[in-house]
Nanobody, 113 residues
Framework: QVQLVESGGGLVQAGGSLRLSCIAT??????MYWVRQAPGKGLEWVSR????????MYQDFVKGRFTISRDNAKNTLVLQMNSLRPEDSGRYYC????????RGQGTQVTVSS
């Protein structure tokens, strides 16, 4: 089973940027996702990407602000987050499907207004 380790979260002011990374211990699955969980809310998928970087998709609430990418040679998945908003706050995970299966410990993102 793939083990995933997320990093890169932190505290940032609204309008700022963060770059999240996810490293897989044994390689990624074909589709990889970023999902997030805000306090008191359920998991929601944010973005996904295919094995060769194709078919990147974003939820409307991050479209135009977030960019997903992957480097299979380095077993690294990245989420570049720009123009952050307070509602983007939450714990972010990389996962093997949109329901968060296989996610790691996550990395906390806090956006202050």
């Amino acid at each position: 089973q793939v083990q995933l380790v997320e990093s890169g979260g932190g505290l940032v002011q609204a309008g700022g940027s963060l770059r999240l990374s996810c490293i897989a211990t044994s390689g990624f699955t074909y589709w990889m996702y970023w999902v997030r969980q805000a306090p008191g809310k359920g998991l929601e998928w944010v973005s996904r990407i295919g094995r060769d970087g194709e078919a990147a998709m974003y939820q409307d609430f991050v479209k135009g602000r977030f960019t997903i990418s992957r480097d299979n040679a380095k077993n690294t998945l990245v989420l570049q987050m720009n123009s952050l908003r307070p509602e983007d706050s939450g714990r972010y995970y990389c996962a093997t499907n949109s329901n968060g299966v296989g996610r790691g410990q996550g990395t906390q993102v806090t956006v202050s207004s």
